[in-house]
């Protein structure tokens, strides 16, 4: 049974486990609750890049660390249907549109992304969307396009958020999650992990996650990828170990969600990939980019799965097809609200330090 009462101890307790004792238990929740050589494959569109108001740490596409991605304006929806085929073409069965923005906004660019729903959703293919926070109305506007599942991350623990993004609260996270599950579209929210939090951080967000009620449908599990330009830029890069064991863990305390394997398995070899399946590893990112930061190529990624004997999960087996309605005969109107997101506002210095640092570069 899905318990939504974990604490931070208990987690902890999991969390280090020897490690063969960990895997056994992950491996055996994960038989019971999926198929051990099903694995979700979605792809990570960047519909809108760069030039994103907020500070994350870790984030390249945040203008104020003027790294170096190129940002572009919003993609057209023929560039996106392009895109959305070749991936199915190549064994997703999922897209995720990701868009540098602070929130939704209704207007224009948002109908465009509305519109970019419905077409994903007449391929037949799971359509995803990570756009910032969102209101009610506006969630409930994309569940009626026909999206599947909104990704807004939690990043950390409540505690550690405030070391990483100063411009907005982890209640309003909470608050976009709500919003999304007040709609019929599933919930996709994890973290990142080797940002510089201590284990009882990685404890925390897990506490976060695995006592929402109902637990997110799918959770990414994040390795930083510090990026030149961005505050956590010096990060050390986190081990195979440390990934394994916030992989077993989440499977355990979450047992019926989805966790990708995500950010990172660049530097995972396949031996890591595999235990990482073993542990209840079942979704991963395909494509060579994830929104702006290097991932195996997807050939690589089929060979891997031949040799691991693993098998890419078909679009709504785990949940049907959502109907998808035209704008015309659309129930929703746009209300142009102007939600009152907050903004902490606090300093992070080595935020401050990184854009100071951007300016001065010619
Ligand atoms: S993570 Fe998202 S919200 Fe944060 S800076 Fe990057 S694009 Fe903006």
Redesign the pocket.
């Known amino acids: 049974m899905t318990r939504n009462d974990w604490t931070k101890e208990e987690i902890l307790a999991i969390y280090n486990k020897p490690l063969m004792e960990l895997l056994y238990e992950a491996a055996t929740v994960h038989r019971i609750h999926h198929d051990p050589n099903k694995v979700q494959v979605s792809t990570l569109l960047s519909i809108k890049t760069g030039g ?5 740490g ?5 203008a104020r660390y003027h790294t170096d991605i190129e940002g572009n304006d919003l993609m057209s929806v023929s560039q996106v249907k392009a895109q959305a085929l070749r991936a199915k073409s190549s064994g997703s069965s999922r897209v995720c549109m ?1 868009a ?3 929130n939704v906004k209704d207007g224009k660019e948002f109908d465009n992304v509305l519109e970019m729903v419905r077409t994903i959703n007449k391929l037949d293919m799971e359509v995803c969307c990570t756009l ?1 926070m969102v209101t009610e109305n506006q969630a409930k506007r994309l569940a009626e396009a026909g999206l599947y599942a909104y990704n807004h991350n939690l990043d950390s623990s409540e505690e550690y958020y405030k070391e990483v ?1 100063s411009t907005r609260g982890y209640q309003d996270r909470l608050d976009t999650i709500s919003n999304v599950r007040k709609s019929k579209v599933t919930v996709c929210s994890g973290g990142i992990i080797g940002m510089g939090e201590s284990l009882e951080d990685r404890a925390g967000m897990l506490v976060a996650l695995a006592t929402l009620n109902p637990q997110p449908e799918s959770t990414p599990i994040n390795a930083l990828v510090p990026v030149e330009g961005t505050p956590l830029e010096e990060q050390q890069k986190i081990s195979i170990w440390e990934m394994l064991r916030m992989i077993a863990t989440t499977r355990i305390v979450m047992p019926e969600t989805q966790v990708r394997l995500s950010a990172g398995r660049t530097d995972m070899s396949r031996e890591g990939q595999a235990m990482c399946f073993f542990a209840g590893a079942n979704s991963i990112f395909a494509g060579d980019k994830l929104l702006t930061t290097p991932n195996p190529n997807v050939d690589d990624d089929m060979e891997m799965f031949k040799l691991l004997g693993l098998k890419p999960q078909k679009a709504f087996e785990k949940k049907s097809q959502p109907q998808s309605v035209s704008a015309e005969e659309s129930k929703y109107k746009h209300l142009g609200e102007k939600p009152k997101w907050s903004r902490p506002g606090h300093t992070i210095e080595r935020n401050v330090e990184a854009k100071a640092k951007s300016k001065t570069k010619v």
């Open positions: 994103c108001p907020e500070d994350c870790y984030c390249p596409q945040a990701g540098a923005w602070r910032g993004i």
